[in-house]
């Protein structure tokens, strides 16, 4: 009983620290401005399932553009599992990101608890947060149904935009 609370407790703290999303990979954490996607080897592949209709699948079935987009601003990051329903994947990488998609592989959401990078940040969204909160870092943004989207800050604090990039307001 006390090595599988020792183990529990050296788990979680692993996976706390590979929770940070930049770890040299060049790209920054949006607002801290101035390869082909891999899957972790069989044996690590953790099995997270976000629903009863969620099905965990191989990597390599997520869309082409899905993969395209974990290459181009995630270069070098593995795979850990994904999940897949109806009308989306789920993507968790080994260093903590986690992404959503649609079946088309359009990219819905992305959550980094270090900064999301600021190359997948509209730069106007970018320097909004900046100007409104400077020492905050964006660690969310989600696509909403009406074209805009919500950023979260690492604060708490969620600010929507509408598809033009406009600050509509603040929620909690």
Do not use: H, W
Request: aromatic share 6%; proline share 5%.
């Amino acid at each position: 009983m006390k090595n599988l609370f020792i183990n529990s407790v050296l788990t979680l703290a692993l996976l706390t620290i590979a929770g940070a999303c930049n770890n040299g990979s060049g790209n920054q954490p949006a607002n801290t401005v101035n390869n082909p996607v891999q899957s972790a080897p069989q044996g690590a592949q953790q099995q997270v399932v976000n629903s009863d209709d969620d099905k965990v699948v191989d990597a390599a079935s997520l869309p082409q553009s899905a993969q395209e987009y974990i290459n181009k601003y995630l270069p070098g990051k593995q795979i850990a599992n994904v999940t897949a329903d109806n009308d989306d994947f789920n993507v968790l990488l080994n260093s903590g990101e986690r992404l959503e998609f649609t079946t088309t592989g359009e990219i819905k959401e992305i959550e980094c608890a270090a900064g999301v990078p600021a190359s997948v940040v509209e730069p106007r969204v970018i320097e909004d947060v900046k100007t409104s909160n400077p020492q905050a870092t964006i660690v969310k943004i989600e696509k909403s149904g009406n074209g805009g989207f919500e950023v979260k800050l690492n604060n708490g604090l969620k600010i929507n935009y509408d598809a033009n990039f406009n600050r509509l307001g603040y929620d909690d």
